[in-house]
C-alpha cells in the first residue's frame, strides 16, 4: 500500500513523559476552557442528544442501503454501520494490541516517536500543534507496515501486534472500498458509468491507522481528549472501545454523542470526500471527550486515493447547471495544506469553476508522464495532463 508523507509543523508541545494515569488534577497546560465553549454549542444543550448518527445494515436485505448511505452523508457527513465483515474477534484483538502498546512505560514509547517528517510512530495527535493547549490523548500512527515501528517497541515480541494490524487493515481497505462504492452510486454514478475513473477512488487506496488513548481523567470537564477537526481524506472507518462514549459530531450547530454500538464501526467524511462530492457530502466537525472512570480506546483508519490521484468534485451529483466548487486536489498536497492551514484549507479550494454537468456527458481520465492518475471535471484536464 503506498505510504503517505507529509510536512509537520512547528510543534510548540514537547513530547514528555507525562504520565496520565498518577494525576489527580488536570494540570494548566492540559486545561481547556469549559466543554460548552470549547469551540461551538455545547453537547449538553437541550435536545443535542435528541437526534442520533444513522445506522446503516450492509447485510440488510430490505432497506434502500445506497440510499440511506447517501441520506447520512448529506445530512450529517457520518453513519455507523453493522453488517460488514470485520469479526467482533478482530475488533477485540485490535483493542487490545493497542491498550497494551499505551501501557508500556513512557520511555518505551518515545522510542517509537515520530521522526521529523515521518508520520509513523507514537506521538501527540498531529493537529496538536495548532492549539496552544495539550490534549488528553496520546497517539499512535501506522501508514504502510507497521513492522519497523512495532520492532521499536518491542524487539523481540511484535509479532502479534503486526499480525493483528495486518489483518485489521486489510479488512478496513476491503470495507473502505466498498463503501466508497456505494457512496459513488449514491452521488448517481451507475455501475456502467466511467468505472476506470472511479477505480482510481477505490483501487489501491492510501491510509493511516490512528490508534487513539484516552486515559481517564479526574477532571473530564476541563479537559479535551481530541480537539474538533475535521478529517482530511475521503472517508474514516472508527472503531471505538464499547466501554465509554467519547466521539461527539457536530450537527446542526450541536454537539452530538455518538454512542458505541457493539460491532458497528463509525464512518466519517473527510474533506476530499466533500470536495469530491462538489459539497453535496459534509466532512463532518468531531472531536473526542473524555470520562472519569474508563480509559477509551479509539481505532481511525483514514483512507483517501492513492497519494497521487488528484481528487476534484465528480460531474453527476450537480445535475446540470451546477458550477465545480472545488479545485482538483492530491491527498498528499492536500495535507501540506493542513499542516499549514488547518481548518482553513479547505477553503483555499474554493473556486468559482465552470457548470459541471451541461450534458454532455464525456469525462476524461488522464495519465500523467509519471503514471499520475487524474479523475477530474472536463475543466481540470489541461491542468493535469
Ligand atoms: C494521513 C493522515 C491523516 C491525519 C494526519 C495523517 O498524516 C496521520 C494522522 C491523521 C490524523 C488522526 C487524528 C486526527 C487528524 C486530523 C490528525 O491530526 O491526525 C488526522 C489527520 C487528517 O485527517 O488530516
Ligand atoms: O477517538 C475518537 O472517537 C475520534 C478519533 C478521531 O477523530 C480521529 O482519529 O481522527
Ligand atoms: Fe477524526
Known amino acids: 500500500m503506498p505510504s503517505l ?26 486545561a481547556w476552557p469549559a466543554l460548552a465553549v470549547h469551540d461551538y454549542p455545547s453537547a ?6 435528541s437526534e442520533s448518527v444513522p445506522l446503516v445494515d450492509l447485510a440488510s436485505t430490505t432497506g434502500d442501503v ?9 445530512g450529517w457527513g457520518a453513519f455507523q454501520v453493522v453488517g460488514h465483515d470485520a469479526t467482533v474477534e478482530l475488533l477485540d484483538s485490535l483493542e487490545s494490541e493497542a491498550r497494551r502498546l499505551f ?33 488528553w ?47 459513488l452510486l449514491s452521488l448517481g454514478l451507475t455501475a456502467q458509468d466511467d468505472q476506470e475513473e472511479e477505480e482510481e477512488y477505490f483501487r489501491d487506496i ?28 475521503l472517508l474514516t472507518i472508527l472503531h471505538q472501545s464499547s466501554a465509554a462514549s467519547g ?40 472531536r473526542a471527550v473524555v470520562n472519569r472512570t474508563h480509559h477509551r480506546i479509539s481505532a481511525a483508519y483514514l483512507c483517501g486515493p492513492r497519494p497521487d490521484v488528484k481528487v476534484s468534485p465528480i460531474r453527476r451529483p450537480a445535475g446540470r447547471g451546477t458550477r465545480q466548487a472545488y479545485r482538483a486536489v492530491t491527498w498528499r498536497e492536500y495535507l501540506g495544506l493542513r499542516a499549514k ?6 477553503e483555499l479550494l474554493r473556486v468559482d469553476g465552470d457548470v459541471i454537468f451541461d450534458g454532455d456527458d464525456e469525462q476524461k481520465i488522464s495519465s500523467g508522464k509519471n503514471g499520475t492518475g487524474c479523475c477530474c471535471a472536463k475543466q481540470n484536464v489541461a491542468v493535469c495532463m
Open 137 to 183: 490523548s496520546e497517539g499512535f500512527t501506522i501508514s504502510g507496515s507497521p513492522v519497523d515501528d512495532a520492532r521499536k517497541l518491542w524487539p523481540q515480541d511484535h509479532a502479534r501486534f503486526c499480525e493483528v494490524i495486518e489483518e485489521y487493515n486489510k479488512e478496513m481497505k476491503k470495507l473502505a472500498e466498498r463503501l466508497m462504492q456505494l457512496m
Open 341 to 346: 492551514f488547518f481548518d482553513k484549507a479547505m
Open 5 to 30: 508523507s507529509m510536512e509537520t509543523p512547528h510543534h510548540p508541545h514537547r513530547l514528555d513523559k507525562f504520565e496520565f494515569e498518577s494525576t489527580t488534577e488536570v494540570p494548566d497546560s492540559h
Open 44 to 49: 449538553s444543550s437541550p435536545g443535542s442528544e
Open 206 to 233: 492510501t491510509a493511516a491507522l490512528q490508534l487513539n488513548s484516552y486515559p481517564a481523567c479526574p477532571e473530564p470537564d476541563r479537559a479535551m481528549g481530541l480537539a474538533s477537526h475535521t478529517d482530511s481524506g
Open 66 to 74: 445506497v440510499a440511506e448511505i447517501g441520506k447520512a452523508c448529506e
Open 247 to 286: 466521539l461527539q459530531l457536530l450537527h446542526s450547530d450541536r454537539w452530538v454523542s455518538v454512542p458505541p454500538v457493539p460491532g458497528a464501526l463509525v464512518v466519517i467524511i473527510g474533506d476530499l470526500g466533500h470536495v469530491l462530492s462538489n459539497g453535496r457530502f459534509k466532512s463532518v466537525v468531531h
Open 103 to 135: 501501557r508500556l512505560p513512557a520511555h518505551r514509547k518515545l522510542g517509537a516517536a515520530k521522526s521529523p517528517g515521518s508520520i509513523t510512530g507514537y506521538g501527540l495527535p498531529p493537529i496538536s500543534s495548532f492549539f496552544s493547549k495539550r490534549m
